[in-house]
């Protein structure tokens, strides 16, 4: 199994500009979660996914943060337009169960 | 909302040296997990605790959740350099597939 797949792995972006990234989550795993991983923040959940519905986006900062989960295989996470205050690591992760979940590697975003 | 403080925040041992990290909640838990996260990697899953008093190990770990659920602890008997890395305490409510994480401790292994 290759594990949760996220790209890419690093995106420096000017602020203003659109960022997506990407997760592939296990085969099989029907939860979805997207976090953020800042030094001061901590890791903060953003949104999850069961079967591909979105359940719980409380932790979406503000409109220009969406997520999307076209199907069991693909998920996305958009910031338009993105600010230095969005510079963090970004991890998707997927379960099949409560409480274990599967971290990808993560995407380091810097918005310059 | 709920939330769990893990302390310390860093811990510098020396190699060999015994660590305990701690993780308090002011309410009744329903369950806790940890993870475990290298520098420069993402958390992995190391264990679920679920009874009160529960005690679990996994070779030189060991993990506690406490009679009143309201706290757990994490000790690493004679650590070595393949145990840095930060310590997360988690937990989800009863039915729930989100998890809340603590803040963690970094744990420094002097060789």
Redesign the interface.
């Known amino acids: 199994d290759a594990g949760v797949i996220q790209s890419p792995r690093h995106e420096v972006t000017e602020m203003g500009q659109e960022v997506t990234l990407r997760c592939k989550p296990i085969s099989g795993h029907n939860s979805l979660f997207w976090y953020r991983q800042t030094m001061m923040r901590g890791l903060e959940l953003l949104i999850y996914f069961n079967n591909n519905v979105p359940i719980d986006d409380s932790g979406m900062p503000e409109d220009r943060f969406s997520a999307k989960m076209p199907n069991a295989s693909f998920s996305t996470l958009k910031i338009q337009p993105s600010e230095p205050r969005d510079s963090a690591v970004y991890f998707c992760a997927s379960s099949r169960t409560s409480y274990e979940q599967y971290f990808g590697p993560g995407t380091r975003l810097t918005v310059t | 909302g709920q939330q769990v403080m893990q302390i310390p925040q860093y811990q510098h041992v020396q190699e060999g040296e015994d660590f305990t990290t701690y993780c308090n909640s002011s309410t009744t838990l329903s369950?806790i997990?940890w993870y475990k996260q290298r520098p420069g990697?993402?958390?992995?899953?190391l264990i679920?605790l679920v009874k009160s008093g529960e005690v679990k190990k996994q070779k030189r770990l060991t993990f506690q959740f406490g009679e009143a659920k309201k706290n757990s602890s994490l000790h690493i008997t004679a650590t070595q350099t393949t145990d840095v890395g930060t310590y997360?305490c988690?937990y989800?409510g009863a039915?729930?597939?989100?998890?809340?994480?603590?803040?963690?401790t970094k744990l420094s292994v002097i060789p």
Do not use: A, I, R
């Open positions: 369950n997990q990697g993402h958390p992995v899953f679920q997360f988690s989800s039915g729930s597939y989100q998890l809340t994480f603590g803040k963690g």
